[in-house]
């Protein structure tokens, strides 16, 4: 496992890209539609072959009789980053180490193919500190490399929760990334980024 993305929930793509914009001060770029979760995002590539995500509920989407990923259908509040999104090589075997990921649903948007674990509720363990879980399909270019460059760079990715310890714990050995950072306090994940005008954090 290694990490992929991280993603900014909002109640409205508008909202979101806004509050990224505002926070790094560079551009988003045009991303599109999920069909099968009626979401819709934005992007930033990042340096690294990294990227950042804005999403949120499509509201031109019909109503789906099943849960939204990263528990969008709960989602409330100003933007703020919700989760991080981990690459891995065998959906099949990473789910059978780590079962509490989710079932793998297939995904397409525009060329893009790619397997995401989604648990049956849409929400995440402990309280979505833990990665969501992508496979992209073979051959498929990443999105990273279909972006034009930011200038951004992500430093390091904080997650927080009362019960880190034991988050660590399920992840270990899967996880290799020293761009993530585990720390003992309130749930929440802090992205240190640097961009052109400097260090910033999203949060």
């Not at 880190?164 to 050995?173: C, E, G, K, N, S």
Request: aromatic residues 6%; hydrophobic residues 45%.
């Amino acid at each position: 496992m290694k990490l992929d993305h991280i993603a900014i929930a909002c109640e409205t793509l508008e909202e979101g890209r806004a509050a990224v914009e505002e926070a790094l001060g560079v551009p988003l770029q045009p991303g599109g539609q999920h069909k099968h979760f009626g979401t819709h995002n934005m992007l930033l590539g990042l340096d690294d072959g990294l990227y950042l995500e804005v999403i949120a509920i499509d509201p031109g989407a019909a109503p789906l009789p099943y849960p939204r990923w990263f528990d969008l259908d709960r989602f409330q509040g100003t933007p703020r980053l919700t989760n991080w999104i981990c690459q891995v090589e065998d959906m099949p075997a990473t789910q059978d180490a780590l079962p509490e990921a989710g079932a793998p649903v297939a995904l397409e948007r525009g060329a893009l193919r790619w397997q995401m674990a989604v648990p049956e509720s849409g929400a995440l363990p402990y309280d979505a500190m833990f990665p969501a879980l992508i496979e992209w399909a073979e051959g498929v270019a990443h999105p990273s490399a279909l972006l034009a460059p930011s200038g951004c760079r992500l430093l390091r990715l904080v997650v927080s929760h009362p019960e880190i310890d034991a988050l660590q714990a399920r992840l270990h050995p899967q996880l290799r990334e020293d761009r993530v950072v585990f720390e003992t306090g309130p749930t929440g994940l802090r992205a240190e980024l640097e961009t052109p005008s400097g260090v910033r954090v999203l949060s």
